[in-house]
């Protein structure tokens, strides 16, 4: 069962990649959602965000014990995330902040 955080994420990420692909023919990012992280015990979701064209990343965890929080982090899709995420008040994530993420980093 999906839970209403990994929901509005879900809803924000839809939004902010229909708006990316109107502006910018160029990037074309490829929007995933994994729950392996459940399966290893972790009570966390993780969605990704891919610009195949530039390599990079961009990676969200949902935590259950901080549904208020997402962590984030740009990366690369050939690499490992480094430990280390930046935190954001999950309230302050809205459509024009992930378009912002994507444009700047995908660029």
């Given at each position: 069962?999906?839970?209403?955080?990994?929901?509005?994420?879900?809803?924000?990420?839809?939004?902010?990649?229909?708006?990316?692909?109107?502006?910018?023919?160029?990037?074309?990012?490829?929007?995933?959602?994994?729950?392996?992280?459940?399966?290893?015990?972790?009570?966390?979701?993780?969605?990704?965000?891919?610009?195949?064209?530039?390599?990079?990343?961009?990676?969200?965890?949902?935590?259950?014990?901080?549904?208020?929080?997402?962590?984030?982090?740009?990366?690369?899709?050939?690499?490992?995330?480094?430990?280390?995420?930046?935190?954001?008040?999950?309230?302050?994530?809205?459509?024009?902040?992930l378009y912002g993420?994507?444009?700047?980093?995908?660029?």
């Amino acid at each position: 069962m999906i839970n209403e955080a990994l929901k509005a994420l879900s809803d924000i990420a839809t939004k902010a990649h229909a708006k990316i692909q109107q502006d910018f023919a160029n990037i074309d990012p490829i929007v995933g959602v994994s729950r392996s992280m459940r399966k290893k015990g972790i009570p966390a979701d993780a969605m990704t965000i891919d610009c195949l064209k530039t390599n990079k990343r961009i990676i969200i965890i949902l935590h259950d014990l901080e549904p208020e929080i997402i962590h984030y982090q740009f990366s690369f899709t050939d690499q490992d995330p480094a430990e280390r995420f930046e935190k954001l008040n999950f309230s302050d994530l809205t459509v024009n902040v992930l378009y912002g993420w994507i444009e700047s980093y995908f660029q």
